[in-house]
């Protein structure tokens, strides 16, 4: 009897198609005995046989895919294959209204959306999941057509049409960002933009500033730590806008979070050989004040101070 370690010869391949097509994922591999092939989806296993085929593709079948070859000698794994679609992206809604959300409101807001078309009729809205909780919506609003328009110009349409199905004096407050994908991020009167990039793609600001867009489909995208390999002022500039926050965050749940996350941002980063001394001290100082005049919710504060420290 042979005894060979598993192998993948030929990795599985990106696939970029449209909802409703057929598709067929492979892992080509070498072992003895045949190893067994195991298909990953988000690191969730989704299927024991050789071929990952999908009749039709829908929206839940967007993700990251990977199979592992394994027998009594050992096993492997493949790099990740991204399966998107295109003309389909998601934009995430979150609403504060001045008066409590009701059943007969989400209702009214998801018929108002569902086929409404946007930018000049460039995209249409297919659906909207919507849920609530006392005076707060969040709307997770999927579209089709074309996704290369402008971010601000997708975000400007979805705005309007949310003030109109539900009257602007329902409203106090509105934030609309890209869910399957990272969203547009500016820092520094705009000097350093992180443009809205698609999950799993790394967005290059410079030669030595750049980052990847994680996350999943189902979770949403997520910015990665920043990458600085050279000096730059792009730390400072970063702990400047940080430093604007803080006075605002001592009684603000949502501006204490966006803080403290951009804490942590700069902190776990892999650049941190690039800090000028003082920037370091800048942000130390920054979280001795925040936690030493904050007056929001303790739990909030001292979790995100913990792990912006670490």
């Known amino acids: 009897e042979c005894q060979k370690a598993p192998k993948i010869t030929v990795q599985p391949e990106s696939i970029f198609t449209t909802m409703g097509s057929p598709v067929t994922l492979e892992c080509h591999t070498s072992g003895c005995p045949i190893p067994k092939i195991t298909w990953f989806k988000d690191n969730a296993i989704v299927s024991n046989d050789p071929y990952l085929v999908i009749q039709a593709v829908t929206l839940s079948d967007r993700g990251f895919y990977a199979c592992k070859a394994e027998n009594n000698y050992g096993y492997a794994f493949s790099s990740e294959a991204k399966l998107s679609l295109k003309g389909v992206y998601q934009y995430s809604a979150y609403l504060q209204l001045n008066i409590s959300a009701t059943l007969n409101i989400v209702d009214e807001l998801s018929r108002y959306l569902t086929g409404r078309s946007v930018v000049n009729n460039s995209a249409n809205i297919l659906f909207a999941n919507i849920s609530y909780s006392g005076t707060t919506i969040n709307a997770l609003i999927t579209l089709a057509g074309n996704n290369t328009l402008p971010y601000n110009t997708i975000v400007s349409e979805i705005y309007f049409l949310l003030y109109a199905a ?22 520094c009167d705009d000097r350093y933009v992180w443009r809205e990039t698609e999950l799993g793609s790394i967005y290059t600001l410079s030669p030595c500033i750049y980052r990847r867009c994680g996350g999943t489909y189902s979770t949403g995208g997520q910015w990665e730590d920043v990458i600085l390999t050279c000096n730059t002022d792009y730390v400072s500039c970063a702990v400047s806008e940080l ?14 979070n966006r803080l403290l996350s951009g804490v942590d941002n700069l902190i776990n980063t892999n650049n941190y050989a690039a800090y000028q001394s003082q920037d370091a001290q800048r942000l130390l100082n920054l979280l001795n004040y925040y936690s030493n005049n904050a007056i929001i919710n303790e739990t909030t504060v001292f979790t995100g101070k913990v792990f912006a420290i670490q």
Do not use: H, M, W
Not at 169 to 187: A, E, M, Y
Not at 243 to 254: F, G, S, W
């Open 166 to 187: 539900l009257e602007y004096k329902f409203i106090s407050t509105i934030n609309v960002q890209r869910f399957d994908g990272c969203p547009l991020i500016s820092i």
């Open 243 to 256: 430093e604007d926050l803080v006075e605002e965050a001592l009684n603000n749940t949502k501006i204490a």
